[in-house]
C-alpha cells in the first residue's frame, strides 16, 4: 500500500507541470472546450492545430491561430476556441478555428 500511495503521489508531481491552463480550473482527468473570441462572419470551414505535453517534460505542435488558419485553408476567421484535453500525464490543447 505505502508503495501505491508513493507511486501515486509521484506521479502527481511529475504531471503538475503538464497542466494546461483552463478557466474551469485544474482537475485530474479533464476535457473542456472554450471559447475565445467569434465574429458574424458565417463559418464554413474549420481548422484545427494541437500541442501536446507528456509529463510536463517534453512538449511539442504548433496550436497557433495561424497553423489551425492553414489546416482548415481559411482565409477569414469567423471564430477562435480553445480544446484542452487532459489525462493525469498527458495533455492536448488545440486550437479550433472556423471561417471561410
Do not use: H, W
Not at 69 to 90: A, C, H, P, T, W
Request: a positive charge; one cysteine or more; glycine letters at 8%.
Amino acid at each position: 500500500m505505502k508503495k501505491l500511495l508513493c507511486a501515486l503521489a509521484l506521479a502527481g508531481a511529475l504531471s503538475g507541470c503538464a497542466v494546461p491552463e483552463s478557466s474551469v480550473g485544474y482537475s485530474i482527468i479533464k476535457e473542456t472546450n472554450e471559447p475565445i473570441t467569434a465574429t458574424s462572419l458565417r463559418a464554413t470551414k474549420t481548422g484545427r492545430a494541437c500541442a501536446r505535453n507528456l509529463l510536463g517534460i517534453i512538449s511539442d505542435g504548433d496550436m497557433s491561430i495561424k497553423a489551425a488558419m492553414k489546416n482548415g485553408g481559411i482565409n477569414q476567421v469567423s471564430s477562435v476556441d480553445k480544446e484542452v484535453r487532459y489525462y493525469l500525464i498527458f495533455s492536448r490543447v488545440c486550437t479550433v478555428v472556423r471561417g471561410q
